[in-house]
């Protein structure tokens, strides 16, 4: 019987989700981990869950973490534009416009590169998978002081990011996020941002 519900608790959905794609699911003392691998592809996507509670958290909290090897320096920073004050990297100058009012309306994206950003965003399935997520901030950890959280990491490499501010409490939407993570690194390597080669990290 698959659970898939999160009325059986976040917990056993995780651990299903684990196990369909041949990951893990780690309860450690302050975070609770899961690593799924990318079918087909050299790459592993890492779930974190804070809980409320756990290292000090005031609410429970999600992350997603996809290591790549880069090909540059571009990175971005993308939030809910009810989100922000929620901005970790600052960039400096406008709001990048990708030019769909909708997605421009409610969404703020800074970036390094102003045509690269457009590039990326102006997907219909990247466009899609973002406005599925009720509250989302994607962006690239490039900078030492980012990449320090995941310990040491090696040269050349950076960490496409997600953060909720909720949980990820269900089957569907771990799906949302895995694909969404997968669609925005696959739009990186179209436009030469990033390699289709194994990083060789795990976080």
């Known amino acids: 019987m698959k659970l898939r519900s999160s009325v059986y608790g976040w917990k056993s959905v995780w651990m ?7 990951g893990s699911f780690d309860e450690g003392q302050k975070v609770f981990v899961m690593r799924v691998p990318v079918t087909g592809k050299p790459w592993n996507i890492t779930f974190h869950m804070h809980q409320k509670g756990v290292g000090g958290a005031v609410t429970d909290s999600s992350a997603a973490f996809l290591p790549f090897k880069a090909k540059g320096s571009f990175s971005f920073d993308l939030h809910n534009r009810s989100l922000a004050g929620d901005v970790g990297k600052v960039f400096g100058g406008q709001d990048i416009e990708i030019g769909e009012d909708e997605f421009d309306r409610d969404y703020i994206i800074k ?16 466009q899609e998978l973002i406005k599925l997520q009720p509250h989302i901030k994607l962006f690239i950890q490039d900078e030492a002081k980012e990449l320090a959280e995941h310990g040491t ?16 409490n269900s089957y569907e939407r771990l799906t949302l996020v895995h694909d969404l993570m997968l669609a925005m690194l696959e739009e990186m390597m179209a436009c030469d941002l990033a390699s289709p080669q194994d990083p060789n990290f795990e976080i």
């Not at 299903?16 to 041949?22: D, I, M, S, V």
């Not at 970036?111 to 990247?126: H, N, P």
């Not at 990491?153 to 949980?167: N, S, T, Y």
């Open 111 to 126: 970036g390094s590169d102003e045509k690269l950003v457009k590039q990326i965003f102006a997907g219909s399935r990247v």
């Open 153 to 168: 990491v090696p040269p050349g490499i950076h960490v496409l990011a997600f953060r909720d501010k909720e949980a990820i």
């Open 16 to 22: 299903e989700f684990a196990e369909e794609r041949k």
